[in-house]
């Protein structure tokens, strides 16, 4: 129900999480066992198993499922699912509680003041974003995906439509990637997803930890041994690592989405309507896109003004600040806004306004921005606005990267995305699952961030074209 809502409905109302919950329910009345002794019951729980960790995900919540759980469906599973004995919906499992684990840290009364206070959460994710990189370097035939440079040889074997739509245009991947399946290319899409907030969690925190002093400083000036896994050196390779891996996922997800419209799928033809080939498609593109807004991203035209590189002014800060201020925390800055701000109603993807209220919503790009430092390490407000329809809670001013200083030398130098030209690529696609998918929620990310007047006319113009011929 929950899923064929976000195929028909334009705006969830709280329905989508009663649905969420009414599975979870359903799923604790039977064993793993019981579930997996028909293969119709096993593809259930898998699907049912599969969008409770997402609701997870885009919320930061903790999953229902229990751990023991997680295991059984481990051994259960078909091989597909495996490899290596990493399982790669036990990764999603970890990476929602990480995730989860990490914003109720920084909505806490008493958020995180010194390095050691991050540091466990740290290796955890340090740690899994390692295993999540070894199950995708030791992927079995079965995973396996075909991948084409995006040249203008590779396009010519697509639709005139899907070229100009999407792999010729400004913003188009570097890659091409095509798969035999909806379900290899959705399961492919969630983890890569669930990777990417891996990263974002991982360089939140070392952007939080490089505010704050580092301890071997004065470890060395006592004499005592210096934490090196605390230090600043440490910390700037592990960003630099983070910020490499995650251009790489972005690249490759956003090559992964054509694959989707694509693929064969059984008595269907090209030409139909077929809303899950976009469905699967609106988490992994909403989720890229605020992150490609979050500033954590390299921007290759870096130094433009806001609307040049894709980057909207930050909402006011959902974050109060204490007194007592320790004088190395002095120096963090964050950019608050202090204009108006869209309703309340409009800060979560499941309480959107009508569809028919679309043209009244003042987009994110009429907001106003000055840069303001905080006193201390601030503390959530939950009345707060969010930057992103996609982000699960408003951004803490810790969470952008300081302007550092170049290492002595650099172990890896993270690649550039023009965010801009991306995020007009990603916008454009969100727009066509809507108009001609009729998924119209993904409306709500054009919308929200501004980019209507932009990929409207250029889709529909290409579309129009398509059609007299």
Avoid at 47 to 62: D, P, S
Avoid at 198 to 217: I, Q, Y
Avoid at 447 to 457: A, E, H, I, T
Wanted: aromatic share 8%; with cysteine; hydrophobic share 35%.
């Amino acid at each position: 129900m929950g899923v064929y809502e976000n195929l028909t409905s334009v705006q969830r109302k709280g329905t989508f999480i009663a649905h969420n919950h009414g599975a979870n329910a359903l799923l604790q009345l039977r064993t793993v066992e019981q579930f997996y002794s028909d293969p119709i019951s096993a593809r259930l729980y898998e699907v049912i198993y599969a969008h409770l960790l997402l609701g997870n995900l885009q919320t930061a919540k903790r999953p229902a499922i229990p751990t023991r759980d997680v295991v059984k469906v481990d051994e259960l599973l078909p091989s597909l699912y495996k490899n290596s004995n990493a399982f790669v919906i036990r990764l999603i499992w970890r990476e929602a509680m990480l995730h989860a684990r990490w914003h109720e840290m920084k909505q806490s009364t008493n958020p995180p003041t010194n390095r050691l206070a991050l540091q466990e959460l740290l290796q955890t994710a340090l740690e899994l974003d390692d295993d999540y990189q070894a199950w995708e370097s030791q992927i079995t035939p079965a995973w396996s995906y075909h991948a084409t440079p995006n040249t203008p040889e590779a396009r010519s074997n697509y639709d005139p439509k899907w070229q100009k739509l999407f792999l010729g245009c400004r913003g188009a991947p570097e890659e091409i990637h095509s798969y035999p399946s909806v379900k290899r290319a959705w399961i492919w899409g969630f983890y890569r997803t669930s990777r990417v907030l891996v990263l974002r969690d991982l360089l939140e925190m070392l952007n939080w930890m490089l505010r704050f002093r580092d301890p071997g400083r004065s470890a060395a000036a006592q004499g005592q041994t210096v934490p090196t896994a605390l230090s600043d050196r440490t910390l700037r390779i592990h960003h630099s690592v983070a910020t490499a891996r995650l251009v790489e996922v972005i690249e490759r997800n956003c090559s992964a989405m054509i694959g989707s419209l694509t693929v064969p799928i059984h008595m269907k033809s090209i030409d139909d309507v077929v809303g899950m080939r976009g469905y699967v498609d609106i988490w992994p593109l909403g989720t890229m896109d605020a992150v490609l807004c979050s500033g954590l991203v390299p921007d290759s035209t870096a130094g433009n003004s806001p609307q040049d590189t894709g980057q909207m002014p930050t909402p006011p800060s959902a974050y109060t600040h204490q007194s007592n201020t320790p004088p190395h925390l002095i120096s963090a800055t964050s950019n608050l806004s202090s204009s108006s701000e869209p309703s309340e109603n409009l800060e979560s993807y499941a309480t959107a306004p009508q569809f028919s209220d679309l043209n009244t919503i003042r987009s994110r790009s009429g907001l106003s921005s000055s840069p303001s430092p905080p006193a201390n390490v601030p503390t959530f407000d939950p009345n707060a606005k969010k930057d992103h329809i996609f982000d699960p809670h408003p951004a803490h001013p810790y969470d952008r990267p300081l302007d550092l200083p170049p290492l002595e030398f650099e172990t890896v130098i993270p690649r550039r995305i023009d965010v801009a030209a991306r995020r007009e690529w990603i916008n454009r696609l969100l727009y066509y699952f809507a108009t001609e998918l009729g998924l119209k929620k993904a409306l709500w990310v054009p919308v929200m961030q501004g980019f209507m007047p932009m990929v409207k006319p250029m889709v529909d113009e290409i579309l129009s074209q398509e059609r007299r011929f």
